[in-house]
């Protein structure tokens, strides 16, 4: 299957802090990435879709401006955290989709973030 | 919105027996349902999809059924084995490069 690395893997920053979390299709072309927030022990909510060369569409209920989200080339996603606070802790997971995959979304491996 | 509701949450089953995990949806126009397993700190990785114009598909162990009527659809592991155990997740999408919408998950515990 297509290949999608996601890094860091783990950051830890201190409050207030902007923090990056990059998301790589290797062997393919994403023309579409998301972002996802996962809780422990809970599902994936759906932050954001990034279509290359547009802008985000944010889900209801997530702040566009705290979470910035870059999909400036068919390989390359980008979440930027800004100003990050304790509750931003969390795992945060991309996936990507292109053309003649059918559908399919390949997961990144995630970034457990932690804000002290 | 799409809403997809996910049975049971936590599943254990004796190695070498069947499990079942059963989703409904709300949308009509769904048309994609994937099903990802997910060990603890990994990704999500894809085991079996099916599409609304077939009812039924099978992969070895594992199988899916899609009942479009009803709006649900069901995962089957059959002859279990401890490397199963995984939090799974349904989720239904649209087709395309529209969004997927997940299931709360199945914790599943296989016992050896």
């Known amino acids: 299957g297509a290949v999608v690395s996601q890094h860091p893997s783990r950051v830890i920053c201190k409050s207030g802090t902007s923090v990056k979390i990059e998301c790589r299709s290797l062997?393919?072309?994403?023309?579409?990435m998301f972002w996802y927030r996962q809780f422990p022990k809970k599902s994936l909510m759906l932050m954001a879709t990034?279509?290359?060369?547009?802008?985000?569409?944010?889900e209801q209920g997530v702040e566009k401006d705290k979470f910035l989200i870059n999909h400036a080339s068919l390989t390359l996603s980008t979440l930027t955290v800004t100003s990050a606070h304790p509750e931003d802790s969390s795992f945060y997971i991309c996936s990507a989709t292109g053309s003649g995959l059918g559908n399919i979304q390949y997961f990144g491996a995630g970034t457990r973030l932690s804000v002290l | 919105g799409e809403n997809v509701e996910q049975h049971p949450s936590t599943l254990s089953v004796q190695e070498g027996d069947s499990a079942v995990i059963k989703c409904t949806y709300s949308d009509s126009a769904s048309n994609y349902f994937p099903w990802y397993k997910q060990e603890l700190g990994k990704r999500p990785q894809l085991i079996i999809d099916i599409r609304s114009n077939v009812g039924e598909k099978k992969d070895q162990r594992i199988a899916v059924t899609l009942n479009k009527t009803a709006k649900h659809f069901s995962l089957h592991i059959t002859e279990t084995q401890p490397e199963d155990s995984a939090v799974y997740f349904c989720?239904?999408?649209?087709?395309?490069?529209?969004?997927?919408?997940f299931g709360t998950g199945t914790r599943l515990t296989i016992i050896p």
């Open positions: 989720a239904a999408s649209r087709g395309g490069n529209e969004k997927l919408t």
């Open positions: 990034s279509n290359e060369g547009s802008k985000a569409t944010y």
């Open positions: 062997d393919f072309q994403a023309t579409t």
